[in-house]
């Protein structure tokens, strides 16, 4: 008997689908979550929660006034599927969702 493979679906987006497959609902590939809305990029700084990871993003801000920039970080909370297997310091590219928790309205949706 062949074993069934589940294929991942179109985001809408054009990333590269994760090669493993998962049983996660909140997967945007394997699952039924819709991505929508702001795509960011940043590094994984923390994986220490279950099936999420946390996001630092760093940019620079003018400040008008004295004709300067100056460098700001911002966190993020995101879920990370199964199939994603990202660890601390993989660059990955987050996409905005629906609320899945308090702190959590961004999925990972491809290891850069």
Not at 61 to 88: F, G, N, W
Not at 99 to 105: A, E, Q, V, Y
């Amino acid at each position: 008997m062949a074993e069934k493979t589940k294929q991942a679906r179109n985001i809408g987006i054009n990333v590269q689908p994760p090669k493993n497959t998962c049983t996660d609902q909140n997967c945007p590939f394997h699952g039924r979550l819709s991505v929508r809305g702001q795509i960011i990029t940043g590094v994984v700084s923390s994986n220490k929660m279950t099936n999420s990871i946390i996001v630092k993003r760093e940019y620079t801000h003018h400040i008008q006034k004295y004709e300067r920039y100056e460098k700001r970080t911002s966190y993020y909370s995101a879920h990370c599927s199964p199939c994603m297997e990202l660890s601390v310091g993989d660059k990955v590219r987050i996409a905005e969702c629906r609320p899945i928790s308090k702190t959590i309205s961004f999925v990972a949706i491809e290891k850069l």
